[in-house]
């Protein structure tokens, strides 16, 4: 079948055999076995758009089922059952592996390939998506360029303009990375719990019910 005519579930099958990372890599190949992490379906109206998977995802198959996760659950208002029902949500990070740790012990950025080859195939497939989340600086810039939009600044400064992209189809909420490292961020930002994560939850209601 031509990859035009692809179902999501075919397309679906090559991106969970996808060993490019390893076998045809843009750069440095990937220091592990490939194993690409996401849950989509063709009826899911909420999309999570983070970045990669961390350690303990590469190893469990689970995205976000780590104190991210638990962050980030808390900001939507839903619990885990909710949040991994793949028929209400869409869980699709920039990055299906995990890319690896960097010489000081943090995740490295993530792998490009997967932009290259599956992105813009697996999201023309996701038509039912209305709201994308978009978790940090890869996720806001691939998911604002299919609106023909731009971050501005820093992913700070872009997470303060949200309410300029609620207008559009997908809407995005561009958010910061629920990482407890970015505790101080929220802190200095109060109007991230006040303002945002209000009209963040309302959101998240409609759409998962």
Known sequence: MAVADESLDELLGRIRACRVCATQPLRQPLPHPPNPVLRVSSVA??????????????????????????????????????????????????????????????????????????????????????????????????????????????????????RDYASFRPKVFPLPHPSWRNTGWLKRHPWFEAELLPQLRAEVARLVG
């Open 45 to 162: 109206r909420l999309l999570i758009a983070g970045q990669a998977p961390g350690i303990r995802v590469h190893l469990t198959g689970l995205p976000f089922n780590d104190r991210s996760g638990d962050r980030l659950r808390e900001w939507l208002g839903i619990d885990r059952a909710t949040f991994y029902d793949e028929n209400r949500i869409a869980i699709a990070a920039m990055s299906f592996c995990f890319p690896g740790h960097d010489k000081g012990g943090g995740d490295l950025p993530p792998r490009r390939e997967c932009r290259s080859y599956w992105h813009d195939l697996l999201f023309e497939r996701l038509s039912g998506v209305e709201t994308v989340l978009a978790i940090g600086r890869h996720a806001q810039d691939y998911h604002l360029a299919r609106l023909g939009l731009a971050p501005r600044g820093s992913v700070g400064e872009t997470v303060a303009r949200w």
